[in-house]
């Protein structure tokens, strides 16, 4: 199957895969060949694609995916390559957001913070499942 993760400024992968897995608002999908055609919003995670022996893992910051005919198009805000993700910049920015979700007065800064905690662990999630 055909997979490709489009953001707003580029393409993020395309390419011929085994199977696809990633997290979406009702729970994780897996996809393979063959599957049933399937429209369904996307979470904050991890997005992993299995090619042969080699697997490849991206963050995806919400958005759609869409399988239908062999294809697997997956349409997101902000998507990174394990290889684009800089460790100690997502662990610092977890930190931040922690404290920042500690010290949360207002019930927007909470939600602003838990969203950046989940933003920066779906970025370690995709950085260390090598």
């Given at each position: 199957?055909?997979?490709?993760?489009?953001?707003?400024?580029?393409?993020?992968?395309?390419?011929?895969?085994?199977?696809?897995?990633?997290?979406?608002?009702?729970?994780?999908?897996?996809?393979?060949?063959?599957?049933?055609?399937?429209?369904?919003?996307?979470?904050?995670?991890?997005?992993?694609?299995?090619?042969?022996?080699?697997?490849?893992?991206?963050?995806?910051?919400?958005?759609?995916?869409?399988?239908?005919?062999?294809?697997?198009?997956?349409?997101?805000?902000?998507?990174?390559?394990?290889?684009?993700?800089?460790?100690?910049?997502?662990?610092?920015?977890?930190?931040?957001?922690?404290?920042?979700?500690?010290?949360?007065?207002?019930?927007?800064?909470?939600?602003?913070a838990e969203a950046a905690i989940a933003r920066a662990e779906a970025r370690l999630k995709a950085k260390?499942?090598?």
């Amino acid at each position: 199957m055909f997979l490709k993760i489009i953001t707003q400024e580029k393409v993020v992968f395309e390419g011929e895969v085994d199977s696809v897995f990633t997290k979406t608002i009702d729970g994780e999908i897996g996809i393979l060949k063959g599957h049933i055609p399937t429209m369904t919003a996307l979470n904050i995670g991890v997005t992993k694609a299995v090619i042969g022996e080699q697997v490849k893992f991206f963050t995806t910051m919400g958005g759609i995916l869409q399988f239908k005919d062999e294809e697997c198009l997956i349409l997101t805000t902000l998507a990174e390559s394990d290889e684009e993700i800089d460790e100690a910049r997502a662990r610092e920015a977890l930190e931040r957001a922690k404290r920042r979700l500690r010290n949360a007065e207002a019930r927007l800064d909470a939600k602003r913070a838990e969203a950046a905690i989940a933003r920066a662990e779906a970025r370690l999630k995709a950085k260390l499942s090598r």
